[in-house]
């Protein structure tokens, strides 16, 4: 029985170490925070394309915060913007928001917590400091 024990423990040794250190499961606020900065930047990105239609131009902004309790009007709004549903990136876009407005108010509603409800701060994001050398 010993050696089967060795083997046991040196195989969840080999195991623990293969695996990488953020193999944890996600919670709600990592995920929340990763999916809202996806967001943010697949907007920013529809927004630059040269490819798109023009209608992506009267889409309302989409810089989300989800320390602040209005990025789930924003959200609401933006799924709700009866503009470019024929453009397959808004229409993706607008799922994405739809699950993360979900999570937020259903799976993660309890996890969260808001530090602000400035509206205006939504409107126009803030740049990140410049670092200087």
Same mark, same amino acid.
């Given at each position: ?12 040794? $080999?195991?623990? #170490?293969?695996?990488?250190?953020? #193999? #944890? &499961?996600? /919670? ?9 900065? =996806? @967001? ?7 927004? /630059?394309?040269? /490819? ?8 309302? +902004?989409?810089?989300?915060? !989800?320390?602040?309790?209005? $990025?789930?009007?924003?959200?609401? %709004? ?6 470019? %549903? ?10 994405? #928001?739809?699950?993360?407005?979900? !999570?937020? @108010?259903?799976?993660? +509603? ?5 530090? /602000?409800? %400035?509206?205006?701060?939504? =409107? @126009?994001? @803030?740049? &990140? ?5």
């Amino acid at each position: 029985k010993v050696p089967t024990m060795k083997v046991l423990l040196l195989l969840v040794a $080999v195991l623990s #170490a293969a695996l990488p250190a953020s #193999a #944890a &499961p996600p /919670t709600c606020y990592s995920r929340v925070l990763s999916l809202s900065k =996806e @967001i943010t930047e697949s907007f920013k990105e529809l927004q /630059t394309s040269k /490819t798109v239609d023009s209608c992506v131009g009267t889409l309302p +902004r989409l810089y989300l915060d !989800i320390h602040n309790y209005c $990025v789930l009007a924003k959200l609401r %709004d933006f799924v709700a913007y009866p503009g470019c %549903d024929r453009v397959l990136e808004v229409n993706e876009l607008k799922e994405k #928001a739809r699950s993360l407005y979900t !999570i937020l @108010i259903s799976f993660c +509603r309890r996890d969260l917590v808001f530090l /602000t409800d %400035d509206c205006n701060a939504l =409107e @126009i994001p @803030i740049s &990140p400091p410049i670092e200087h050398s």
